[in-house]
């Protein structure tokens, strides 16, 4: 399996053993399209940097880059036994590679709005392209004989008999073949066609998929001829007896000049729309038809659900649909019940509760939208804020909501318990404060009893409230509002103690140390501020993260603390010498909520991307200063990358039949290796010297034990230079060559042909050679001393490969009569 990335890498997974087998770098931007050719040994793939690069899996390297492309790359499919690549963009385009000599044959235009998807049927007869068009497009696809000839499938004759026409149709692989209207307004996200090649499945970004039945040549040409037929007849309905001869003379004269011909609503016919319960994310047809019905399609929810439809010639039934127990969108808050056996995590429709241990699900309970949530001591009930100003009554030990109780008239934000156990506070963006105490009440016509709440006190802020936090000594409750402020007040008599003034943006979280000696405020600004509870002074502003600090949580009984942002970071701080000591990277996209276990064990975190995170604390030390050089090489390391590609520089303007380029990219990975082997080549030249001098002074007779270098670990100086080459990834080694002077370039060339001997090594001789022949070719031609290595290369490689090729052709022989 290929999976391409938003760094622009491809990884190949072993789906047995479940490993990355090989990743494979050269895009620069995101991944948005792979296709592998029938056989498997040739990769495509598409990117947001708007290039196509074709890769070797069996080599695991890059063969070439293909641009011309002026904007994302949005599919690609192959045709003609994988020797051309058909290629869609966001730009209106299709453009047709061709693979063997690596330029563009045709650009295709004519669509009025970005290309989203693409896909031909498996005979290769027609392509089909996907838009935000009302209608979906279809092309004829022109093969090539094996006498060069070209062969269309197509009913009508050649147009065009000079000599211009002909060479346009030369390189004239996709021919219009019609279009067919859609039922849906909303945009293509993916066409496919079934394998046995009978369904076209035709996916919006919707709830919705249009099934076409492909029909065969014969029903094609039946339909048609009925459709010929029809019209003489409205035609001879209205135009008497003379004009129906006329009418059946000219088409009579038609059908013998052999123009029956086959348009679109002929081959494709709408058979069902299927309608979906959520939004799709993406469809495939199984590979295996069932007997019973046509086709098995299976789709991808937005909700985490895959369900699988059989589609029959009247209609289509769900068979199945398998349910993953994550959330359908952004986690907004987790919260750890007091003995740390149950968290509870809402979102925008669902409450679910898990075992932090295991990480199984334990309950899903539908509500409301929730923003905040706290487990009641004995974890029977949980409490969860929601967004239309609810606080809903969960019990935990049946799952089901028990009661809904209109409290504010604005989003509740916030919820914090009281430390005694009694109550809770919450705060909304009605701009009030509310102390909330539980009770226990008899259900009516029941004998067991249930809990409820009570509204206790109310106070009245002078703008929105985002976060409540209670004193863990229940002295303080802070209160933080929308004007970048944090109000401080005692819980007995609610008078104002303190107020907290230095964010330049809204506080979004903030946290009482255990002790109640600190309070620590996160804020859209980007900033933590560490201020003491006492005087309300601000002992440190922290710079915490690249975006807004979206939760923060002191670990219980100490000064230690955990805070989380948009920049999809959870960093760990000291509160007393205001460093930061870890920071853990994981979620992919902003991370909304933290939730730290009593012990300071685990922490887990909630986030944009849908997924709950439970870190682990580890017994394996880890020292500050070797954190903070990590963070300045990476800082380092990103500078780099960015000096690679300076964005000021002005892009050259491509050529309209696009260009080739190398598949590779320049990364920190392929200018070490090239350092590497530098280094090897070095070591190596003096080594050989020292083996030279030794010699001269074992002829004259002084013979004394030669010691060899240490750092060679007893190789030979052309086996030490091969072990460093041996040491690259395939995929980076053709950049290494590249970044090497050609004066070690020269170096290597003359170590290549000791190798040759080594039948596991001839491949990779080969490559070297091939590379570097490529890259310095007319100055090896003009340098004198290159021309000795050259021709004994030209003498050796080419037997070592033969010899090679047969002795792996009689051990398949053997193999094979085994």
Not at 133 to 152: I, P, Q, T, W
């Amino acid at each position: 399996v290929a999976s391409g990335y938003a760094d622009g890498s491809i990884r190949i997974w072993d789906c047995d053993k479940g490993s990355c087998e090989t990743t494979l770098n050269g895009h620069k931007g995101a991944v948005t399209a792979l296709r592998y050719n029938k056989v498997g040994s040739l990769l495509a793939s598409g990117s947001k940097d708007n290039d196509v690069i074709l890769w070797d899996v069996v080599g695991e390297t890059g063969l070439f880059r293909l641009r011309g492309h002026r904007d994302q790359i949005t599919d690609l499919v192959f045709l003609d036994s994988g020797k051309k690549l058909v290629s869609s963009s966001k730009d209106k385009f299709l453009r047709v590679w061709d693979l063997e000599t690596q330029h563009c044959m045709q650009i295709i235009s004519g669509h009025h709005s970005e290309i989203w998807s693409i896909d031909v049927d498996p005979d290769e007869r027609y392509l089909v392209t996907g838009s935000a068009d009302l209608e979906l497009r279809f092309y004829n696809v022109k093969h090539e004989l094996m006498n060069g000839e070209s062969m269309a499938n197509e009913t009508g004759p050649e147009t065009g008999n000079d000599g211009e026409s002909a060479t346009q149709n030369k390189w004239e692989v996709l021919k219009p073949f019609g279009e067919i209207q859609r039922q849906s307004k909303d945009r293509v996200a993916t066409v496919r066609f079934s394998k046995s090649g009978n369904l076209l499945a035709c996916q919006v970004a919707g709830k919705t998929v249009e099934i076409f039945r492909v029909l065969d040549e014969v029903e094609s040409k039946r339909k048609a001829k009925r459709r010929l037929n029809r019209k003489k007849e409205k035609k001879s309905a209205k135009m008497g007896v003379e004009a129906t001869d006329n009418v059946e003379a000219n088409h009579g004269t038609e059908e013998a000049g052999n123009v029956l011909v086959v348009t679109v609503p002929d081959v494709f016919k709408l058979l069902q729309t299927i309608r979906a319960s959520k939004k799709i994310c993406s469809i495939s047809f199984c590979p295996v038809t069932p007997k019973s019905s046509l086709a098995s399609l299976a789709l991808s929810l937005n909700n985490n659900l895959l369900e699988f439809y059989s589609i029959e010639s009247g209609s289509s039934t769900k068979t199945l649909a398998i349910e993953l127990q994550g959330h359908r969108s952004d986690v907004r808050s987790v919260t750890l019940s007091s003995d740390n056996t149950l968290l509870m995590s809402t979102s925008h429709n669902a409450v679910k509760i898990w075992n932090p241990s295991s990480g199984s699900c334990l309950r899903t309970i539908d509500s409301g939208y929730g923003l905040c949530g706290l487990i009641v001591p004995h974890n029977k009930y949980a409490m969860v804020g929601t967004r239309d100003g609810k606080i809903e009554i969960i019990d935990i030990g049946s799952g089901t909501l028990s009661e809904v109780v209109e409290a504010h008239g604005g989003s509740i934000r916030s919820i914090a318990t009281i430390p005694n156990g009694n109550g809770f506070v919450t705060g909304s963006a009605d701009h009030d404060v509310k102390f909330w105490g539980y009770q226990i009440k008899q259900r009516p016509g029941q004998d067991s009893k249930c809990l409820t709440i009570s509204n206790v006190r109310t106070m009245k802020m002078n703008d929105d409230v985002l976060v409540v936090a209670v004193s863990p000594d229940a002295k303080y409750v802070a209160v933080a509002l929308l004007d970048c402020t944090v109000k401080i007040l005692f819980m007995d008599s609610l008078k104002f103690f303190l107020s907290l003034y230095g964010h330049k943006l809204p506080v979004l979280c903030m946290d009482i140390s255990s002790d109640g000696d600190l309070i620590v405020t996160g804020s859209a600004d980007k900033n933590l501020r560490i201020w003491g509870l006492d005087f309300g002074d601000c002992h440190k502003s922290i710079f915490a993260h690249a975006d807004s600090v979206m939760a923060v949580q002191f670990v219980r009984n100490t000064h230690y603390m955990f805070s989380v942002g948009k920049d999809r970071l959870v960093k760990y701080w000291d509160a007393d010498k205001f460093e930061l000591l870890l920071t853990l990277e994981g979620h992919h996209a902003d991370v909304w909520c933290l939730a730290v276990s009593n012990r300071g064990d685990f922490v887990v975190t909630g986030s944009h991307d849908r997924s709950i995170r439970r870190w682990d604390r580890t017994e394996e030390p880890f020292f500050i200063e070797e954190e903070k050089e990590k963070r300045l090489e990476e800082i380092f390391e990103a500078d780099i990358d960015n000096t690679f590609e300076d964005k000021h520089i002005p892009k050259e303007e491509l050529p309209e039949e696009g260009a080739v380029a190398l598949a590779g990219k320049r990364t920190l990975e392929t200018l070490t290796a090239t350092d590497s082997i530098i280094d090897a080549l070095d070591v190596a030249e003096v080594e050989l010297k020292r083996i030279a001098e030794h010699e001269d002074e074992k002829a004259r007779g002084k013979v004394a034990e030669f010691q060899p270098n240490m750092i060679m670990l007893g190789l030979s100086p052309s086996d030490y230079v091969l072990r460093a080459l041996s040491n690259i990834s395939t995929n980076d080694l053709e950049q290494t060559l590249l970044a090497l002077p050609f004066s070690d370039a020269l170096k290597l060339l003359s170590y290549t042909k000791d190798w040759t001997s080594n039948p596991d090594k001839v491949e990779l001789v080969c490559r070297i050679v091939t590379v570097l022949l490529q890259i310095h070719h007319s100055q090896l031609i003009s340098t004198p001393s290159a021309r000795p290595v050259l021709a004994a290369l030209k003498e050796i490689i080419y037997a070592r490969v033969l010899r090679n090729a047969k002795i792996l052709l009689v051990s398949t022989l053997q193999q094979w009569i085994i």
